[in-house]
């Protein structure tokens, strides 16, 4: 079984509606992330969260929440999706800070009309 | 200027052929620094980390110059199953900076 899931892995949706996208770990990691994925900019972190307790806005965090229901799930929310939110999304893990590795999900592929 | 940079390709090149991707990054604080490999559409993976001395595996080295700010890797050769995009990352204040990435091609 992958170390990190993310549910849905495709999602249409409407401009307006409200989504929410999950991650859920077994790794034990205490940090994770929210990343969106455009061609030709990178990754680029929306949310990030180092412990239950501690959340933390990235570079883009406008337009998003974020959810750590407990050490094992991160879940992403758009509010009010809007049409240049449809990107790749990917969530991380990593165990500390320092000479860290993250760990991706699969990732999400959000498309809003 | 970005924070990290490199010149998105596509690299096309011959099985057997060696290929160097380079990168800048722009904080001098920057700590740690890696190389991440992702296929197309897929979940980004470590490729490897790159020292200040410089560090080989297999096929693949990576070099650093604190001095100049910019990071390299080095393939060589090169495999059809290296195609792929190459990340250069960059740890920033205990986050992860990613360049936009260098495509690979690797032709029969």
């Known amino acids: 079984d992958a170390d990190v899931t993310q549910t849905p892995r495709n999602r249409i949706t409407k401009t307006g509606k409200r989504i929410m996208l999950e991650c859920s770990q077994t790794?034990?990691?205490?940090?994770m992330y929210w990343y969106r994925q455009d061609p030709g900019l990178g990754l680029r972190l929306i949310y990030y969260s180092f412990d239950v307790k501690d959340i933390n806005k990235g570079e883009i965090s406008d337009g998003y929440s974020v959810s750590r229901q407990a050490q094992a799930k991160f879940s992403l929310s758009l509010e009010s999706a809007i049409p240049n939110q449809t990107a790749l999304y990917f969530c991380?893990?990593?165990?500390?800070?320092?000479?860290?590795?993250?760990?991706f999900g699969p990732g999400t592929r959000l498309t809003v009309l | 200027r970005k924070e990290v940079e490199q010149d998105p390709g596509p690299f096309n090149v011959p099985e057997g052929a060696t290929v160097a991707f380079n990168c800048t990054y722009s904080?001098?604080?920057?700590?740690?620094f890696f190389w991440y490999r992702q296929d197309c559409r897929k979940e980004p993976k470590l490729l490897m980390s790159v020292y200040s001395s410089g560090n080989e595996d297999g096929r693949f080295t990576a070099q650093l110059n604190r001095a100049s700010q910019y990071i390299s890797l080095l393939i060589r050769d090169s495999k059809l199953s290296d195609s792929a995009t190459y990340l250069c990352?960059?740890?920033?204040?205990?986050?992860?900076?990613f360049g936009q990435g260098t495509e690979l091609s690797v032709k029969p």
């Open positions: 990352v960059v740890n920033g204040g205990g986050k992860l900076i």
């Open positions: 904080n001098s604080a920057s700590q740690s």
């Open positions: 991380a893990t990593s165990l500390s800070e320092g000479f860290d590795t993250q760990y």
């Open positions: 790794k034990g990691h205490d940090r």
